[in-house]
């Protein structure tokens, strides 16, 4: 397992793109630490609405993949009928040189660490929607932001070193 060490937390604002507005919120910030890939710092967002966001803006190495990574986010929406959040699976491959990501409906093919630490449930038993009708969700405690920095480096980052 990797180390996640808590760095500070504050208040924030952020663009949101998918929402196309400014978010308020508290970001936590985190040191992670992995042998294969170096030391990445994560960022959790949650805004005052419930919806986070991680990312992990910087790291200790660059390559082609670490650059790649650097852009690349999570999203945890609100469960529609529990005091949780959920993020929709989606486990990082290289291919051609580019980093994509598959969806998951079948949990035998979910990493053993993300299996072991976290619930696992299908999207239609959490959301308001059909939309990705049999893929798998990852339930999280809004108060558990280390958990989604655990998980942010489980499904983008370890898979591809």
Same mark, same amino acid.
Request: proline share 4%; glycine share 6%; charged share 30%.
């Given at each position: 397992?990797?180390?996640?060490?808590?760095?500070?937390?504050?208040?924030?604002?952020?663009?949101?793109?998918?929402?196309?507005?400014?978010?308020?919120?508290?970001?936590?910030?985190? *040191?992670? /630490?992995?042998?294969?890939?170096? +030391?990445?710092?994560?960022?959790?967002?949650?805004?005052?609405?419930?919806?986070?966001?991680?990312?992990?803006?910087?790291?200790?190495?660059?390559?082609?993949?670490?650059?790649?990574? *650097?852009?690349?986010? /999570?999203?945890?929406?609100?469960?529609?009928?529990?005091?949780?959040?959920?993020?929709?699976?989606? /486990?990082?491959? /290289?291919?051609?040189?580019?980093?994509?990501?598959?969806?998951?409906?079948?949990?035998?093919?979910?990493?053993?660490?993300?299996?072991?630490?976290?619930?696992?449930?299908?999207? +239609?038993?959490?959301?308001?929607?059909?939309?990705? #009708?049999?893929?798998?969700?990852?339930?999280?405690?809004? +108060?558990?932001?280390?958990?989604?920095?655990?998980?942010?480096?489980?499904?983008?980052? #370890?898979?591809?070193?």
């Amino acid at each position: 397992m990797v180390d996640v060490i808590f760095l500070e937390k504050k208040n924030c604002e952020w663009f949101d793109s998918g929402e196309r507005r400014l978010l308020h919120g508290v970001n936590h910030a985190f *040191k992670i /630490i992995d042998q294969k890939s170096g +030391e990445w710092l994560v960022n959790v967002k949650i805004s005052d609405e419930g919806k986070a966001v991680v990312s992990a803006p910087t790291s200790q190495m660059t390559s082609s993949i670490h650059d790649q990574l *650097k852009r690349k986010t /999570i999203v945890f929406n609100p469960c529609k009928d529990r005091n949780e959040l959920y993020n929709l699976l989606g /486990i990082s491959y /290289i291919g051609e040189g580019r980093l994509h990501y598959e969806r998951l409906e079948d949990v035998s093919f979910v990493p053993p660490e993300i299996r072991r630490n976290f619930e696992l449930t299908i999207h +239609e038993a959490v959301a308001g929607t059909d939309r990705f #009708k049999g893929k798998i969700v990852v339930i999280v405690s809004k +108060e558990k932001p280390e958990d989604m920095a655990l998980l942010f480096f489980l499904q983008r980052i #370890k898979p591809v070193f």
